[in-house]
T-cell receptor
Framework: NAGVTQTPKFRILKIGQSMTLQCAQD?????MYWYRQDPGMGLKLIYY???????DKGEVPNGYNVSRSTTEDFPLRLELAAPSQTSVYFC???????????FGPGTRLTVL | RKEVEQDPGPFNVPEGATVAFNCTYS??????FFWYRQDCRKEPKLLMS???SGNEDGRFTAQLNRASQYISLLIRDSKLSDSATYLC?????????????FGRGTSLIVHP
């Protein structure tokens, strides 16, 4: 099993550009999550999904969108990138809500 | 008051020392609790779940105190390789599911 995979590993965007961060898991997990982590801080939840076709906002959803058309994939879309979105983005999955989360290796995004 | 609070440290200890971290949470309806370890610029990985009865895994012991709303992590006989950031995670009941909320992490530095 590959676990949770994320692409790209690194990306530099210009202000106003858009991009999609990809996340996939092969563990047949129901729950998937997107977090951002700013330097010296904990992880903040952006969006989460409890299953295919169902998504909900987390603590910091503004400026982001998600979709979950399959169990495996949970892409995160950034529209109109801003410098405040410079961060490390982690995707995670778990079988149930109260279970261990498994994380991808992260995407380091810089918006200039 | 933040939902999940941790002392960011750093805790600077010599090899062989015993060190303890606490994490407080504000929502008494919180259901499940975890400690994750995060190495520099890497994804978080589960260290251990935390149960009401307490649990131990080798040199690591985790405790939950529901009455005082905190969880703790004790590391005995610290090793250089224990140097990392330790994140506590509390699953909070919200909108029919459980939303994971991370503390900002406690930095541990073990020196020779």
């Amino acid at each position: 099993n590959a676990g949770v995979t994320q692409t790209p590993k690194f990306r530099i965007l210009k202000i106003g550009q858009s991009m999609t961060l990809q996340c996939a898991q092969d563990m047949n997990h129901n729950y998937m999550y997107w977090y951002r982590q700013d330097p010296g801080m904990g992880l903040k939840l952006i969006y989460y999904s409890v299953g295919a076709g169902i998504t909900d906002k987390g603590e910091v959803p503004n400026g982001y969108n998600v979709s979950r058309s399959t169990t495996e994939d949970f892409p995160l879309r950034l529209e109109l990138a801003a410098p405040s979105q410079t961060s490390v983005y982690f995707c995670a999955s778990s079988y149930w809500a109260s279970d261990t989360q498994y994380f991808g290796p992260g995407t380091r995004l810089t918006v200039l | 008051r933040k939902e999940v609070e941790q002392d960011p440290g750093p805790f600077n200890v010599p090899e062989g020392a015993t060190v303890a971290f606490n994490c407080t949470y504000s929502n008494s309806a919180s259901q499940s609790f975890f400690w994750y370890r995060q190495d520099c610029r890497k994804e978080p990985k589960l260290l251990m779940s935390v149960y009401s009865s307490g649990n131990e895994d080798g040199r690591f012991t985790a405790q939950l105190n529901r009455a005082s709303q905190y969880i703790s992590l004790l590391i005995r006989d610290s090793k250089l390789s224990d140097s990392a950031t330790y994140l506590c995670v509390v699953n909070l009941a919200s909108r029919g599911s459980y939303i994971p909320t991370f503390g900002r992490g406690t930095s541990l530095i073990v020196h020779p």
